[in-house]
């Protein structure tokens, strides 16, 4: 039978699409603490001048997002069977990627989340605090239904928005500077770090994850369309707002004070003692709560719709069909990764990073999104997908620029990953 007369869990009712979805989903767990940094960063040392670059971050992701759902409402298939359709090389890459990117994202996913905490508790050791978000995010994902997970995420996307985008307002952000920052401009020495910019806004594996929660939902036929489109584009416009509510607070706040961040998370801690000292500790410790939301919402994230792809990965290897019980939430492939995303990197937590391990999942790091990029080109087009899905021409030169734009980064991201294996 024809996937389009596929009837859905509903019975064939007419789909409706609503606030909370899947592309709220996959938008908030894209976000997180190291995305908030970089921004707050780029609005420290250019203001305004970059605001572009994050839109354009944006577009891409609504992109490459309604790509990866197009394909699978179109054909039924999960995205894991599309690239097993276009060779074995697939495989070899996102098999050994999927399981060091786990092992060593866990570990920062944690420390992210407990960060903020520790700095509200410091009677509590940050590790602790790690260790607490990494079990509270399994056993949330372990016993949760997806409808659950949704809910949570939703709460947790809240109170981002709140703290954050409130905290801009409070800022006051210069309007005529802002409207100078949508024109394109580089910086000296900055294109690198604009290319970041534009890449790195909300871009993980989670964005291919955004097929499967579009099944968990019920969502699996081409009639979901239009649905699908409308959720992901209004998703990553607010995080496109969430983004640019941290470009304010970079360019108002950090560079008013004339300080210098960290790139790290605990950039984040500094700016917090920046917002207690210029605004109290009201908005110091609200501006922590937004801090902890987002990186709790990539834990969470991260432990279902990646587990959720590694199930489906791990079921085609063991000759299962996409959609097998083991493979979907609560099933036991998807149950092993999700064991395996909270007590191996705890390890890491403990005993630090092997030099090694980081010299991988930096080098298979800095692929993914190109890979992500080039596959949906060979998804989107030709054979693999009925006409009436395909990619248009704008579509295509749009996930073009995605494969070159990700692809100058992977280069730079690799070189970072491996120069520290040739220092004298």
Not at 88 to 98: C, V
Request: hydrophobic letters at 55%; proline letters at 4%; one cysteine or more.
């Amino acid at each position: 039978m024809d996937h389009a007369a596929t009837v859905d869990d509903d019975g064939g009712a007419p789909a409706k699409w609503k606030v909370v979805g899947p592309g709220l989903v996959v938008a908030a767990t894209g976000v997180g603490a190291a995305d908030m940094v970089a921004t707050l960063v780029a609005g420290s040392k250019y203001g305004y001048g970059l605001l572009w670059a994050v839109i354009l971050g944006v577009v891409l992701k609504i992109v490459l997002v309604e790509g990866a759902g197009r394909f699978t409402l179109a054909t039924g298939k999960t995205i894991f069977e599309g690239w097993r359709s276009l060779g074995k090389w697939t495989t070899w890459y996102f098999g050994p990627y999927i399981m060091i990117w786990g092992f060593v994202y866990g570990a920062t996913a944690m420390s992210s989340a407990a960060l903020p905490l520790a700095a509200l508790f410091p009677a509590v050791p940050l590790t602790a605090w790690a260790v607490i978000m990494g079990l509270l995010g399994f056993v949330m994902v372990w016993f949760g239904r997806y409808s659950f997970f949704e809910k949570i995420t939703a709460v947790l996307v809240g109170l981002m928005f709140v703290t954050v985008v409130g905290l801009a307002i409070i800022a006051a952000p210069n309007i005529p500077e802002m409207v100078t920052g949508l024109v394109p401009m580089i910086p000296d020495g900055g294109i690198l770090y604009t290319l970041a910019l534009a890449g790195g806004v909300g871009g993980t594996i989670t964005l291919a994850a955004y097929g499967y929660w579009l099944r968990e939902k019920g969502w699996y036929t081409p009639k979901w369309m239009k649905v699908m489109r409308i959720d992901n584009s209004m998703a990553y416009v607010l995080t496109g707002i969430f983004v640019i509510a941290m470009l304010i607070v970079g360019a108002e706040v950090v560079r008013a004070a004339g300080i210098s961040l960290s790139a790290d998370d605990t950039g984040l801690l500094e700016l917090t003692t920046v917002l207690r000292e210029k605004y109290g500790d009201v908005v110091g410790v609200g501006f922590l709560v937004g801090f902890w939301a987002a990186s709790f919402s990539s834990i969470i994230g991260v432990w279902n719709g990646v587990s959720l792809m590694f199930a489906d990965f791990w079921g085609n290897m063991r000759g299962k069909a996409s959609g097998h019980p083991d493979t979907r939430i609560g099933g036991k492939y998807f149950r092993f990764y999700v064991l395996w995303l909270t007590f191996p990197p705890m390890l890491l937590l403990l005993l630090g990073k092997p030099i090694g391990l980081i010299l991988a999942y930096g080098v298979l790091g800095s692929l993914f999104m190109p890979f992500l990029a080039i596959t949906l080109l060979g998804l989107l087009n030709g054979k693999r997908i009925s006409a009436q899905w395909a990619n248009k021409l704008p579509t295509n030169i749009a996930l073009g620029v995605c494969a070159l734009l990700f692809g100058i980064l992977g280069v730079q991201q690799l070189v970072v990953a491996i120069a520290p294996a040739f220092a004298v």
